[in-house]
Nanobody, 127 residues
Framework: QVQLAESGGGLVQAGGSLRLSCAASERTANRYAMGWFRQAPGKEREFVAA????????HYADSVKGRFTIARDDGTNTAYLQMNTLKPEDTAVYYC????????????????????WGQGTQVTVSS
């Protein structure tokens, strides 16, 4: 099972930007769908963004469309989440996820679709 390690979280003011990274322990090219999820205190884990095996299938939660961008660099087995125009409501622990399945679009946003998870990185946006 692939091991995932997130980095890049921190404290930022509203309107600012952060870039999260997710390093995988093995080759991801044409093998893993990658996703980002987040969990705020007292809330369930929710979908943020996902990218398919080849990078041609990309999906975002409505709450982050136009502000966040997911990308993958299979040369370094790393996935990224560029977060711009951050809002206080984006404050959460952000988790990277991966799965070997060729997930259809209808399942890309489901927590249950991903079976490998990182430990999470805290993102705090101050107002």
């Amino acid at each position: 099972q692939v091991q995932l390690a997130e980095s890049g979280g921190g404290l930022v003011q509203a309107g600012g930007s952060l870039r999260l990274s997710c390093a995988a322990s093995e080759r991801t090219a044409n093998r893993y769908a990658m996703g980002w999820f987040r969990q705020a205190p007292g809330k369930e884990r929710e979908f943020v963004a996902a990218i398919g095996w080849t990078g041609s299938s990309i999906h975002y939660a409505d709450s982050v469309k136009g502000r966040f961008t997911i990308a993958r660099d299979d040369g370094t087995n790393t996935a990224y989440l560029q977060m711009n125009t951050l809002k206080p409501e984006d404050t959460a622990v952000y988790y990277c996820a991966a799965d070997r399945s060729r997930l259809p679009a209808t399942l890309m946003g489901a927590v249950e679709s991903f079976h490998s998870w990182g430990q999470g990185t805290q993102v705090t946006v101050s107002s």
